[in-house]
Nanobody, 129 residues
Framework: QVQLLESGGRLAQAGDSLRLSCAAS????????MAWFRQVPGKEREFVAA????????QYAESVRGRFIISRDNAKNMEYLQMNRLNVEDTAVYYC??????????????????????WGQGTQVTVSS
C-alpha cells in the first residue's frame, strides 16, 4: 500500500519562500500524476498544482500561477512544491495527492480532488503579514 508524507510546512512571513516535500513509500508513484491541494477550516479542499508523471504538463491554480512551482523526482519517489512570494491567503493545510490508477498518461493531469486516490496527512503553512 502506497503512503504519502508531506513535510516543510511552517510559519512564514509574507513575501517569504517555502518548499514543501512529499515522500511516497510502499511502491513507486513514478508513472502516476501527482498534485498538491490545500484546505482552510470551513472551506472545501482547493486545487493548487498538479504534475504528470514526466513533468511535461504542470497545472496551476490561477491564484498561485507564477509564484509556485511543482516538481518531482521519480528516482527518489518525491514531489515538491516551491512556494514563492507567499501571502496571507496561502495559509492552509497543504496535502500531497496521487492518482495511482493512472500510469504513463501523456496528458495534463486532472485538477479535481476526486481524481486522486492517495493522500497524505497534510502539512500546515501559516503566512503572517
Amino acid at each position: 500500500q502506497v503512503q504519502l508524507l508531506e513535510s516543510g510546512g511552517r510559519l512564514a512571513q509574507a513575501g517569504d519562500s517555502l518548499r514543501l516535500s512529499c515522500a511516497a513509500s510502499g511502491r513507486t508513484l513514478a508513472p502516476s500524476p501527482m498534485a498538491w491541494f490545500r484546505q482552510v477550516p470551513g472551506k472545501e479542499r482547493e486545487f493548487v498544482a498538479a504534475i504528470d508523471w514526466i513533468g511535461r504538463y504542470p497545472q496551476y491554480a490561477e491564484s498561485v500561477r507564477g509564484r509556485f512551482i511543482i516538481s518531482r523526482d521519480n528516482a527518489k519517489n518525491m514531489e515538491y512544491l516551491q512556494m514563492n512570494r507567499l501571502n496571507v491567503e496561502d495559509t492552509a493545510v497543504y496535502y500531497c495527492a496521487a492518482n495511482s490508477i493512472s500510469r504513463f498518461a501523456s496528458t495534463a493531469p486532472d485538477m479535481t480532488a476526486s481524481t486522486y486516490d492517495v493522500w497524505g496527512q497534510g502539512t500546515q503553512v501559516t503566512v503572517s503579514s
